[in-house]
């Protein structure tokens, strides 16, 4: 009998130890999840300020375009060797458009590597003006008259935005034929900004 209740007591007390370890490892395991549940916190709030500041960010790239003008159709090397001159003398014939004081760029050039085959679209000129309120000027008139013409070619422009904002865009244009379905009134604000009315 005393042997019997010895050994049950071994038992318990190596029952305790094992109670008592696998205690001290559940505690060790809770500090260590409680540490990771800090640090998912944390990496939550980071992705939320890392989301602003990326969209700050899209919104300041989208500010130092505004600027800067795309202007189409124009063919390969009529511009001769200075785009500059060549715009500031073309842009009020083809616009019917009065620019005082005259037109200035920081910047012209035409986009991407020389073309040969003069079967081959004409690559985009791209100009920065100095003045924001002639660009404001350009837009406002391509936007009312349409694509403007020389020599029979049409000569589309176009404001200059951030890739993100274009792509945004570009969902944006794909979806007009559907609003005007539906007999909505829209508009596209830069950079994306889009209001909406119903018609009455």
Known sequence: MD??????TAETKSMRLDIAGFQSRVSGL???????EGHVTTFQD???ELLYLHSKLIVLEDRSHRD???FFGFPERMEGTDTHPFLREVLPKITDLTFDPPLKFQRAHRLGPKRLDKATRPRPIIACLLRHTQTR???QGAQAHG???????EMPMTADFSKETSDR?????????????????????E??????KWCV
């Open 147 to 153: 694509p403007f013409r020389m020599e029979g070619y």
């Open 137 to 139: 000027q350009l837009l």
């Open 30 to 36: 809770e500090q260590h999840v409680e540490t990771v």
């Open 191 to 196: 950079p994306a900004r889009i209001t909406k």
């Open 169 to 189: 865009r570009k969902v944006f244009l794909a979806l007009r034929p559907r609003l005007r379905q539906l007999e909505l009134k829209y508009r596209l604000f």
């Open 68 to 70: 800067t003008v795309h």
């Open 46 to 48: 980071r992705d939320q």
């Open 3 to 8: 042997n019997a209740i010895t050994s049950l």
